[in-house]
């Protein structure tokens, strides 16, 4: 007889760890993204962030051999694209648990600070991209398509959490692309 492993059961012992101390679940249900039927936003979740550090697709994990045991496309994409969830809230709330728990591991004497990062998003090859724009990289000195990203982060000199972020497109309506 097969036994019908759990969700759990599929993702990797050390991102059970991970996700239990940083205590992932909590801080989704405080910003409101839970599901009433079918894959756990936890589980969901935590397949997604794996895939990021395993260079994989969700083409390529479909149509591995493990691909029936995983959700399909379409429950990821709709559980990343809710308009109904706080994700800004979720990743405020982790990083303000984050910086207290690693408040108590330095000294007093460390000088902490919050830094607010204007990068480019670079989009080149993109053609069809909502509010895509041209932007101008002033560290390269020209124009490319993208958007400008606004992070806000804490840092404590060796370490940097990210707080919140923003993805910016131009103003002028002659700038945008598409």
Not at 54 to 82: C, E, V
Not at 99 to 114: E, G, H, N, Q, Y
Not at 138 to 149: D, E, I, L, N, S
């Amino acid at each position: 007889m097969i036994e019908q492993k759990g969700q759990v059961d599929q993702l990797p012992k050390d991102i059970r760890g991970a996700f239990s101390e940083l205590k992932i679940g909590k801080h989704l249900r405080q910003a409101g993204i839970c599901k009433s039927n079918g894959f756990s936003c936890l589980y969901l979740f935590q397949v997604a962030f794996l895939l990021i550090f395993r260079h994989q697709t969700w083409h390529k994990l479909l149509q591995s051999s493990k691909g029936k045991l995983f959700p399909g496309k379409d429950a990821i994409y709709r559980f990343l694209n809710s308009p109904h969830y706080g994700w800004r809230k979720f990743l405020s709330s982790l990083s303000a648990e984050r910086i207290s728990a690693m408040k108590r591991l330095t000294s007093d004497k460390r000088v902490c600070c919050f830094i607010v990062d204007d990068s480019i998003f670079s989009r080149n090859r993109s053609k069809c991209v909502e509010l895509l724009a041209r932007v101008h990289d002033h560290a390269a000195g020209q124009f490319v398509r993208g958007f400008r990203m606004l992070t806000l982060g804490w840092s404590d000199g060796h370490s940097f959490l990210p707080i919140d972020f923003s993805l910016l497109s131009s103003q002028k309506v002659t700038n945008r692309i598409g």
